[in-house]
């Protein structure tokens, strides 16, 4: 609170995806993959799908602001944190 940051810690089992969420103030997010591998997606406030790529264990990137971001496992599952501004 004092900083002004949230924290997410997440796992999700093989083949499971996390529903797609937002940030509804703004807030960018910065999330790096623990450990697993998966897809992200990522769409823009227009609805058109600004990216789409693979992650793995050491990945890490930033959802800009406005923008929705979904997480589907692999068969390993996955896990991630999340540093919300």
Do not use: N
Request: glycine share 12%; net charge neutral; with cysteine.
């Amino acid at each position: 609170k004092e900083v002004g940051l949230g924290a997410d810690l997440v796992r999700i089992d093989a083949h499971s995806m996390c529903s797609p969420g937002f940030s509804c103030d703004s807030a960018y997010q910065v999330t790096y993959i623990v450990r697993g591998s998966g897809r992200v997606q990522v769409v823009g406030p227009d609805g058109k799908r600004v990216l789409e790529t693979r992650i793995e264990g050491g990945s890490l990137f930033i959802v800009p602001r406005f923008h929705v971001v979904s997480k589907i496992a692999d068969a390993s599952g996955m896990e991630w944190f999340s540093i919300i501004t």
